[in-house]
């Protein structure tokens, strides 16, 4: 099938170059006659210019930010490759390109993260990618994010990762210890001027570089430097001290409680708080709000997570060496990889580019990068973010001592990487607790799993006490693959509310991704 598929790209590109490269006909020569005879001028019959239609069409799935750069390349690529581009902006891409590429009906190009593009390859989706002479103008860790097994898949276009902001109204000189960080806030709150020392956005991901200052991290590494899930150090002592550390900073006024995201940007924006740990997406919001920000690397060596954006070519697309030669020719350049920084701040993977990044901030995110962790593109990954993230709420509303919620979380995340949760629809979501202790927002729940009946949807039915609850559909038993309001993948949890005690029953269609709520 490749063999097919290669030859026929190279009859398209052979034809145009034919027919580029192909000769004029001479017109032959004609006497003039010795008889001259004037007739009356008549109106000519002009023709209109025959306008060559492409030989064929890329698609590319690409998100809002990315997408309009892209469609700025079309022109060009059309003029010299008569072939039309199409970008088309999808929310979701990994999920429904897994879905659209086997049936026929998926793009030749998608743009997603390097974690994302392990099922990707797994699935036999993606081709692989030839950079050519431009290999070595990558970034080497961006290279191997997208490298499998030896082979490369995807080419990388920019990376990102958490840096350690902070308010220079309010702090002269970045600290470089934690301690400093609770000293300074101690002093700032002591004065009136902001409400909290430092906010949080998020449980897991968002609080990395401060787990890893404390020696805490997610996977272990085996001798080939990959990453080893049998080795889950999520209950390890780096990981409680850390708990430890915050729950104190709470205590104390220093911490807020508060981990929700959109709540953590407003506290930092609007200078509420001195220190906030985000990536190079929050830069547009914070230079559009005037709020006076530096950004430093992280107290006591903490490294967050580092992931790596990229393009993926199609393994069933018809126009693989073309896909290929868009990547390559119009992608790869200074000036394309500039305008993706100019769209969307994120550091270039491109060295060429990164050299010219004139982005003061960027530089500094890319400083607070340096030895950072690549997060980890194996399948085990999607059956940690619950359990782990989990640990930490229960630790900040004193469910759980940092210990005990650690040593759970990571006798959890053990249990569902051991177990076959292949298959598995979940419900996960604030109400699993209610009918299993030891279920919440755990998408390998066994208790709440639903069941597929004779008309093809996924069904079960739990009895729920009365309350408000959130819930989303969580595929496989991990996170990987998930679904929220109106059927987008990763999107808005659901919300639902049982006004008395009784049976909620929760009906999935797999086809459409919906989730359906029926209340008592």
């Not at 590429?101 to 099922?119: K, S």
């Not at 002591?190 to 449980?203: N, P």
């Not at 900073?249 to 708080?273: C, E, P, R, Y």
Request: charged letters at 20%; aromatic letters at 10%; a negative charge.
């Amino acid at each position: 099938m490749k063999k097919k598929l290669l030859v026929l790209t190279l009859l398209i590109v052979f034809s145009l170059v034919f027919a580029a490269c192909k000769p004029a006909t001479e017109a032959p020569v004609v006497e003039e006659p010795t008889d001259v005879v004037t007739e009356e001028p008549t109106d000519e019959v002009t023709e209109e210019p025959v306008v060559e239609e492409p030989v064929a069409t890329l698609r590319i799935w690409a998100d809002e930010q990315r997408a309009p750069v892209l469609n700025e390349l079309a022109a060009d690529f059309l003029a010299e490759y008569n072939v039309e581009l199409v970008v088309e902006n999808i929310s979701g891409i990994r999920d429904q390109f897994l879905v659209a590429a086997p049936a026929g009906e998926g793009p030749d190009i998608i743009i997603v993260a390097h974690d994302q593009a392990a099922a990707i390859v797994a699935s036999g989706l993606a081709a692989p990618v030839d950079l050519g002479a431009k290999v070595d103008q990558f970034a080497p860790e961006a290279l191997k994010a997208f490298t499998y097994e030896g082979q490369l898949y995807g080419m990388p276009y920019a990376t990102e990762n958490l840096g350690f902001f902070y308010n220079t109204d309010l702090v002269e000189t970045p600290p470089t210890t934690w301690q400093e960080v609770y000293d300074i806030s101690r002093q700032l709150i002591d004065e009136g001027l902001v409400e909290y020392g430092i906010v949080l956005a998020g449980t897991s991901y968002d609080a990395y570089p401060w787990m890893t200052s404390q020696g805490g991290y997610i996977f272990g590494l085996d001798e080939n430097g990959d990453y080893n899930p049998q080795d889950v150090g999520v209950g390890g002592e780096g990981m409680i001290a850390f708990g430890e550390m915050a729950k104190q900073w709470v205590d104390d006024g220093i911490l807020s409680d508060n981990t929700d995201n959109t709540t953590a940007k407003s506290l930092f924006l609007n200078g509420q708080v001195a220190f906030f740990m985000n990536g190079p997406w929050e830069l547009t919001n914070l230079r559009a709000a005037g709020t006076p920000f530096s950004i430093a690397k992280f107290p006591d060596g903490g490294v967050p997570f580092l992931g790596v954006q990229g393009f993926m070519i199609n393994a069933f697309s018809e126009n693989i060496l073309l896909a290929e030669a868009f990547l390559t020719e119009y992608v790869a350049t200074e000036e394309s990889m500039l305008k993706f920084v100019e769209n969307d701040p994120r550091v270039p993977a491109f060295l060429p580019a990164l050299e010219q990044m004139t982005d003061p901030d960027l530089a500094l995110i890319a400083e607070a990068g340096e030895g950072a962790q690549p997060m980890p593109a194996i399948p085990e990954m999607g059956k940690v973010w619950g359990d782990w993230g989990n640990a930490l709420t229960f630790i900040l509303n004193g469910e759980k001592t940092p210990e005990e919620a650690y040593t759970f979380a990571a006798e959890a995340i053990v249990t569902a990487i051991a177990s076959d949760t292949t298959g598995m629809v979940n419900v996960p979501g604030s109400w699993q607790v209610q009918v299993d202790p030891e279920c919440e927002w755990n998408p390998a729940c066994a208790t709440t799993a639903l069941t597929m009946g004779d008309d093809g949807l996924y069904t079960g039915t739990f009895t729920i006490p009365a309350g408000d609850y959130e819930v989303k559909v969580a595929l496989d038993g991990g996170w990987d693959t998930n679904y929220g309001v109106d059927g987008v993948a990763g999107g808005d949890n659901y919300m639902f509310t049982v006004a008395a005690d009784g049976d909620v029953t929760f009906i999935y269609d797999p086809d459409t991704h919906l989730l359906e709520i029926v209340l008592p």
